[in-house]
């Protein structure tokens, strides 16, 4: 069992840069990758982005790409995700993932993961 915690979210201006954190505890030994999605109001959740534990690299959804980026500590067992340029469009709940499959095809897909945390709200004033 592995439990996930967001913190960091809240309400911020367009093009302001606001960081978000997710602490992992529990069975996380055998994780592979830590995801970042989110969901808009009314919309379906979707990719933002993973980076691998091994330190093998990190992806993005195009359209974050360039704005966000994800870093690891492994010593604490925690992500950030960094966001810079926020856009009005950036407004959603962000949830970060626990996931052990190695592949990209998985890694940017809700199913590649078992273990989802609570969700931290961010809203991006215009």
């Known amino acids: 069992q592995v439990q996930l915690v967001e913190s960091g979210g809240g309400l911020v201006q367009a093009g302001d840069s606001l960081s978000l954190s997710c602490t992992a505890s529990g069975r996380t030994g055998s994780t592979v990758t830590m995801g970042w999605f989110r969901q808009a109001p009314g919309k379906e959740r979707e990719f933002v982005g993973f980076?691998?534990?091994?330190?093998?690299?990190?992806d993005y959804a195009d359209s974050v790409k360039g704005r966000f980026t994800i870093s690891r500590d492994n010593a604490k067992i925690t992500v950030y995700l960094q966001m810079s340029s926020l856009k009005p469009e950036d407004t959603a709940i962000y949830y970060c993932?626990?996931?052990?499959?190695?592949?990209?095809?998985?890694?940017?897909?809700?199913?590649?993961?078992?273990?989802w945390g609570q969700g931290t709200q961010v809203t991006v004033s215009s």
């Open positions: 980076v691998k534990w091994s330190g093998g690299g990190a």
């Open positions: 993932a626990a996931g052990y499959y190695s592949t990209t095809y998985y890694n940017r897909r809700e199913a590649g993961y078992t273990y």
